[in-house]
Antibody, heavy 121, light 108 residues
Framework: QLQLQESGPGLVKPSETLSLTCTVS??????????WGWIRQPPGKGLEWIGS???????YYNPSLKSRVTISVDTSKNQFSLKLSSVTAADTAVYYC?????????????WGQGTLVTVSS | EIVLTQSPGTLSLSPGERATLSCRAS???????LAWYQQKPGQAPRLLIY???SRATGIPDRFSGSGSGTDFTLTISRLEPEDFAVYYC?????????FGGGTKVEIK
């Protein structure tokens, strides 16, 4: 059974960079046709897609965050990571990692449990 | 960017009743790449429906999706106690992928 697990600091200071890692188990991140994405949800609010990456390193991002986002992959560790720079309180959210397959026409079918990141001094 | 508008914001129903949730897109959703998710407090969203009408693995047949173009519907034929939650639609046909604002199905 595929499992995803987010990890990283739960508290980040304003103007600093948020860094999270998603570890994939029960399957290979290098599986063809699957993309690996990040989605966030501010407390009490809706969901926002941040961006996605293929195991080859190909990425695509939400234009609303593109200038501050970097997603990378480490196939040797079966992990992918999110960096969000110049954070403000508006970036406080639960961050989820998830798998989807554009080629197969399937959306986010597997999700991590999510990790709350609070931006505060 | 495709904006998804869900209605109603809150649906108050009793167990055993039928729930009908709407999701309207600001432009046509490519290839009917429209999904529905269920989210309970403190949990990640769970995929219910993809491709507008295909149930995800393990999803009970009381959940059904329909629609195309800009108008989509999620129907829960008979509400079970575990179905009271927030439901989100999402389009994944064009980037950026976008989600609706959600419909909360609460116990009346």
């Amino acid at each position: 059974q595929l499992q995803l697990q987010e990890s990283g600091p739960g508290l980040v200071k304003p103007s600093e960079t948020l860094s999270l890692t998603c570890t994939v188990s029960g399957g290979s991140i290098s599986s063809s046709s699957y993309y690996w994405g990040w989605i966030r949800q501010p407390p009490g609010k809706g969901l926002e897609w941040i961006g996605s990456i293929y195991y080859s390193g190909s990425t695509y991002y939400n234009p609303s965050l593109k200038s501050r986002v970097t997603i990378s992959v480490d196939t040797s560790k079966n992990q992918f990571s999110l960096k969000l720079s110049s954070v403000t309180a508006a970036d406080t959210a639960v961050y989820y990692c998830a798998r989807h397959s554009p080629a197969a026409g399937t959306p986010f079918g597997y999700w991590g449990q999510g990790t709350l990141v609070t931006v505060s001094s | 960017e495709i904006v998804l508008t869900q209605s109603p914001g809150t649906l108050s129903l009793s167990p055993g009743e039928r729930a009908t949730l709407s999701c309207r897109a600001s432009q046509s959703v490519s290839s009917s790449y429209l999904a529905w998710y269920q989210q309970k407090p403190g949990q990640a969203p769970r995929l219910l429906i993809y491709g507008a009408s295909s149930r995800a693995t393990g999803i009970p047949d009381r959940f059904s999706g329909s629609g195309s173009g800009t108008d989509f519907t999620l129907t829960i034929s008979r509400l079970e106690p575990e179905d009271f939650a927030v439901y989100y639609c999402q389009q994944y046909g064009s980037s950026p992928f976008t989600f609706g604002g959600g419909t909360k199905v609460e116990i009346k």
